[in-house]
């Protein structure tokens, strides 16, 4: 167990759908990453958020969203979505140096 | 922003030989330079990383040096076994406090019994 928890693990869901990932990071970990993993890709970074502000954007779509709440555990809202959506979706967090991942959501779009 | 490239894309080796995967970055600032392990369908897992004022770190079979005149830091694994096959995947950072890291591409290693 790593400490950062991502929830769910697998989500099934139709094309034009809106699906919540929630992280939890670490205790005591301000920031918060958002990746997302294509099948055989590498890690695409998203948005970063650091004790409840956004610090950094990626690659995100504007048909994704994220937050950071006050308790630190941060929710990546993915809306009207895609095929290509279909991807494992990361969360890490960090205190200074170096990520500790979640296990990930692997989200299937149908 | 960061730059970073990551070679080769695959590798194959016989276990038991070294395996050595090279990265590459632009941003002479950069300061921090992990190295993550990925299994399939499995989370990244740092195996070992190196800061700046370092050139070079150890822990048992894998090692990490870093060229910052040259702007590159490689990751040595030496008596390779089945079990270091993965994907792994370089990483920079320019630390100012809570950065993120830019991933290199990642290089899919097999070991060959």
């Known amino acids: 167990d790593s400490g950062v928890t991502q929830t769910p693990k697998h989500l099934i869901t139709a094309t034009g759908q809106r699906v919540t990932l929630r992280c939890s990071p670490r205790?005591?970990?301000?920031?918060v990453y958002w990746y997302q993993q294509s099948l055989d890709q590498g890690l695409q970074f998203l948005i970063q958020?650091?004790?409840?502000?956004?610090?950094a954007k990626g690659n995100i779509l504007e048909r994704f969203s994220a937050q950071q709440f006050p308790d630190l555990h941060s929710e990546l809202n993915l809306s009207s979505l895609e095929l290509g959506d279909s991807a494992l979706y990361f969360c890490?967090?960090?205190?200074?140096?170096?990520?500790?991942f979640g296990s990930g959501t692997r989200l299937t779009v149908v | 922003g960061e730059n970073v490239e990551q070679h080769p894309s695959t590798l194959s080796v016989q276990e038991g030989d070294s395996a050595v995967i090279k990265c590459t970055y632009s941003d002479s600032a950069s300061n921090y330079f992990p190295w993550y392990k990925q299994e399939l369908g499995k989370r990244p897992q740092l195996i070992i990383d190196i800061r700046s004022n370092v050139g070079e770190k150890k822990d048992q079979r894998i090692a990490v040096t870093l060229n910052k005149t040259a702007k590159h830091f490689s990751l040595h694994i030496t008596e390779t076994q089945p079990e270091d096959s993965a994907v792994y995947f370089c990483?920079?950072?320019?630390?100012?406090?809570?950065?993120?890291?830019?991933f290199g591409t990642g290089t899919r290693l097999t070991i060959i019994p």
């Open positions: 890490a967090s960090s205190a200074n140096y170096g990520y500790t």
């Open positions: 990483a920079v950072n320019t630390y100012f406090g809570n950065e993120k890291l830019t």
């Open positions: 958020y650091y004790n409840g502000e956004e610090r």
């Open positions: 205790s005591g970990d301000l920031s």
